[in-house]
């Protein structure tokens, strides 16, 4: 035979199939991506009718498990294409076309086999082509891997009466491409360090605990467990509701499968779990501390931070394999670190659920969103807040506000690693990056640069903050009228619940100015982590610079496109040029795919196309969950990547949705819609910070929105209404 490797062009030659009936079998549903489901669209005649779309097909579906026919949806069939004997097609119609099915339950069930036959055959679901001649012999035309299908992790089950329900962590942290090998099996081992932390310690920590999962070379979370409890789906669907709004009606609405009832757990496993955490982290003694001496509580926070940010890996004496194996038993213990961290923010956000409660209906949700704004040791919004002052320093230099104005950010960058920038905007730049470096767009993913190394991002902002002259715009003065706007809602809250008692207004005072003190944290856990990530990230440059030097790597850039094992096994000796070949192909096809299910099951299903959108709107309006309150009517500006982006003065940014990556843009955002998050996700939180109307969670904002259209956004009521056809149809 033929060596198809060596075949640059082919023509296929095979027997023509004058079929009676003919059309599609998909082995899994390609609108739902639920496996063990065939999906067959059939014609009369020849094949072609159904592939060009001229007819109107005879549907069905079946569960190839049981071979039960699920769905039957018969179609009019008016447009049949038959073969002629000289060779060529004809072409009939038929006003009332056939109301009988063109296929018997034999031929559905016989070729719902056949498809599986196939799908086991190329090891992935297929889209296949099929034809019956007139003798009833059952022909294969073609086959080809359904490319629209998300996959699945390695270990789902196969078997109909197991069903699991992965949560995407990337869509919790909005970030929808793809991990880096190397970003995603550091995950897995902070993974195994935190189950260490619960008393559940990892035979591998490299592999992970077996809740942590890849699919797509992106992470999901096993949440059966938590579904499968009281408990467990209570916590579950009420963070959902805050953090990533769109994701609690999915588990709401797949919680009634048998295969997902509650199941009895042992009180003492829960309470080992959480003896646990309190042996290792002291997590009370902290939590006492934040509750009484809150300022010693944030600044040994803040300590913290900076104890990680003077950590190196890169010790003098020690060979690469040793500094990669201290790096690693820094990321794994690292959940003893952020043990000293959370207990500091729970105690806010604790106290700001206590104080809603006791401030009852005396006080309206939006009302209490205002104690919000302005929050002080918010790491995120004090990174925002120096980058403007460092602007303010910048437009006192009209030739460096004419050049940055006249360059694009990617000159800027190459002129500043250069060291070629006029001197005030080196140094300053520079200064900036010694303190936010470590930060980055899609920071959570270690194998992608820094600003430290691309601070082409930054310029951009920097740029964009050199257009806004209005100084009531300006976002420290918004951020400071906030901070007064808080203070004097809290105070009004405190006076209203005075009318109820003495008692009650105390509480809510001690409560509220608990919330002011320590929900700014918020942002410090992940702001830690990704501290420890850049030093990782340090190290493993160094190791990869040494790996190409050796020529078991082409490039040190490479060593992000490899597990943390298999960097081991390089170290060791192995050559691995075919390994990140195979992983960049991989990372590269994954980077096209646009579609990331936030809730994905074990059989395929993505809950999200099963989902009955109930809303009863125009089709101007659009809903999502109140974020920030407030109104504002502007131009629409659709952002689906941050660098490089321009977001002019009063636009609202409209996004997939956020990282702290993003949050440069909002200095200048007259107001914020997302696709994902909820009224606790990052985006919700700085946009209420600086006072910026906001909705988060609008399914399809990103294709019902285009740049240069005027729409308004009512933060406090959830609500986009478009109010203008575009001017522009570009997304940056």
């Known amino acids: 035979g033929l060596n198809q490797s060596n075949v640059k062009l082919a023509v296929v030659v095979q027997r023509m199939v004058q079929s009676s009936v003919a059309g599609v079998l998909f082995t899994a549903n390609p609108v739902t991506g639920k496996r063990r489901q065939a999906v067959i669209d059939a014609n009369p005649g020849l094949g072609e009718s159904v592939v060009s779309g001229a007819t109107n097909p005879d549907h069905f579906v079946v569960n190839t498990a049981t071979g039960e026919i699920i769905e039957r949806r018969l179609g009019d069939k008016r447009v049949v294409i038959s073969g002629t004997a000289g060779g060529g097609t004809l072409r009939s119609e038929s006003l009332d076309g056939s109301k009988e099915a063109c296929l018997t339950d034999d031929q559905i069930r016989a070729l719902a086999e056949l498809g599986a036959k196939v799908e086991a055959y190329y090891g992935t679901p297929q889209d296949t082509e099929w034809a019956i001649d007139p003798s009833g012999q059952l022909w294969l035309t073609q086959s080809r891997p359904i490319t629209t299908l998300y996959p699945l992790p390695a270990n789902a089950p196969t078997s109909e009466d197991v069903l699991r329900v992965y949560f995407s962590l990337n869509v919790f942290q909005g970030v929808y491409r793809p991990f880096t090998p190397a970003g995603g099996s550091l995950f897995h081992l902070i993974g195994s360090g935190i189950a260490a932390g619960v008393g559940y310690p990892q035979p591998d920590p490299l592999t992970g605990p077996p809740i942590v999962l890849d699919a797509g070379q992106r992470l999901y979370l096993d949440v059966t467990p938590l579904l499968?409890?009281?408990?467990?789906?209570?916590?579950?669907?009420?963070?959902?509701?805050?953090?990533?709004?769109?994701?609690?009606?999915?588990?709401?609405?797949?919680?009634?499968?048998p295969r997902l009832s509650l199941i009895p757990t042992k009180c003492w496993l829960l309470m080992r779990a959480i003896g646990s955490v309190f042996e290792k982290t002291q997590a009370p003694l902290y939590a006492l501390q934040a509750l009484f001496w809150p300022k010693a509580a944030v600044k040994r926070v803040q300590q913290t931070a900076e104890r990680v940010r003077a950590t190196s890996f890169i010790t003098p004496g020690r060979t690469p394999e040793e500094r990669l194996r201290g790096a690693e038993h820094f990321a794994g213990n690292f959940v003893k670190i952020i043990g000293g961290v959370a207990p500091v923010l729970s105690v806010g956000l604790g106290s700001q659920a206590i104080a809603g409660r006791l401030l009852g209906d005396i006080a309206k949700p939006e009302e209490r969103q205002v104690v919000l704004r302005g929050l002080p040791?918010?790491?995120?919004?004090?990174?925002?807040?120096?980058?403007?002052?460092?602007?303010?320093?910048?437009?006192?230099?009209?030739?460096?506000?004419?050049?940055?104005?006249?360059?694009?950010?990617?000159?800027?960058?190459?002129?500043?690693?250069?060291?070629?920038?006029?001197?005030?905007?080196?140094?300053?730049?520079?200064?900036?990056?010694?303190?936010?470096?470590?930060?980055?767009?899609?920071?959570?993913?270690?194998?992608?640069?820094?600003?430290?190394?691309?601070?082409?991002?930054?310029?951009?902002?920097?740029?964009?903050?050199?257009?806004?002259?209005?100084?009531?715009?300006?976002?420290?003065?918004?951020?400071q009228r906030g901070a007064q706007e808080a203070e004097s809602m809290l105070a009004e809250l405190v006076q209203r619940a005075r009318s109820k008692s003495w008692l009650r207004s105390r509480l809510v005072h001690f409560f509220l100015r608990r919330t002011r003190d320590l929900v700014g944290l918020r942002e410090m856990p992940k702001f830690t982590i990704i501290l420890m990530m850049v030093r990782?990230?340090?190290?493993?440059?160094?190791?990869?610079?040494?790996?190409?030097?050796?020529?078991?790597?082409?490039?040190?850039?490479?060593?992000?496109?490899?597990?943390?094992?298999?960097?081991?096994?390089?170290?060791?000796?192995?050559?691995?040029?075919?390994?990140?070949?195979?992983?960049?192909?991989?990372?590269?096809?994954?980077?096209?795919?646009h579609h990331i299910p936030r809730v994905l099951l074990s059989d395929g299903t993505e809950l999200s196309a099963l989902a009955i959108d109930e809303a009863d709107e125009a089709p101007s309006v659009?809903?999502?969950?109140?974020?920030?309150?407030?109104?504002?009517?502007?131009?629409?500006?659709?952002?689906?990547?941050?660098?490089?982006?321009?977001?002019?003065?009063?636009?609202?940014?409209?996004?997939?949705?956020?990282?702290?990556?993003?949050?440069?843009?909002?200095?200048?955002?007259?107001?914020?819609?997302?696709?994902?998050?909820?009224?606790?996700?990052?985006?919700?939180?700085?946009?209420?910070e600086y006072g910026i109307p906001a909705v988060v969670g609008v399914a399809g904002a990103i294709e019902r929105i285009?740049?240069?259209?005027?729409?308004?956004?009512?933060?406090?009521?959830?609500?986009i209404i478009i109010e203008e056809p575009a001017e522009e149809s570009t997304a940056d």
Do not use: C
């Open 228 to 257: 499968r409890n009281k408990l467990g789906r209570r916590l579950l669907i009420g963070a959902a509701g805050f953090g990533e709004a769109r994701s609690a009606p999915l588990f709401k609405q797949v919680i009634g499968d």
């Open 377 to 479: 040791h918010n790491a995120t919004t004090e990174m925002d807040l120096e980058l403007w002052h460092l602007a303010q320093r910048l437009a006192r230099y009209p030739t460096i506000v004419e050049q940055m104005h006249a360059s694009t950010s990617e000159q800027l960058a190459q002129e500043y690693r250069a060291g070629i920038l006029p001197p005030q905007l080196q140094q300053g730049l520079a200064a900036f990056l010694a303190l936010y470096g470590h930060r980055g767009v899609a920071e959570i993913d270690l194998g992608l640069p820094r600003w430290s190394e691309d601070p082409t991002h930054i310029l951009g902002a920097l740029s964009n903050y050199l257009h806004l002259k209005d100084a009531n715009l300006a976002p420290n003065v918004q951020f």
């Open 536 to 593: 990782i990230r340090e190290l493993l440059w160094s190791i990869g610079e040494g790996l190409e030097q050796d020529e078991r790597l082409e490039t040190a850039e490479d060593i992000f496109f490899l597990t943390l094992r298999e960097i081991h096994r390089a170290l060791a000796g192995q050559d691995m040029h075919n390994v990140v070949r195979d992983h960049r192909s991989d990372y590269d096809f994954e980077l096209r795919r």
């Open 622 to 688: 659009l809903r999502g969950t109140p974020a920030s309150p407030g109104r504002v009517t502007a131009k629409a500006r659709v952002v689906l990547d941050p660098t490089g982006a321009y977001l002019a003065p009063g636009e609202i940014l409209v996004a997939p949705s956020t990282d702290p990556g993003w949050t440069p843009l909002f200095l200048t955002a007259g107001g914020l819609v997302m696709e994902m998050g909820g009224a606790i996700s990052h985006g919700a939180v700085v946009a209420r």
């Open 706 to 719: 285009t740049t240069g259209q005027q729409i308004t956004v009512d933060g406090a009521a959830g609500k």
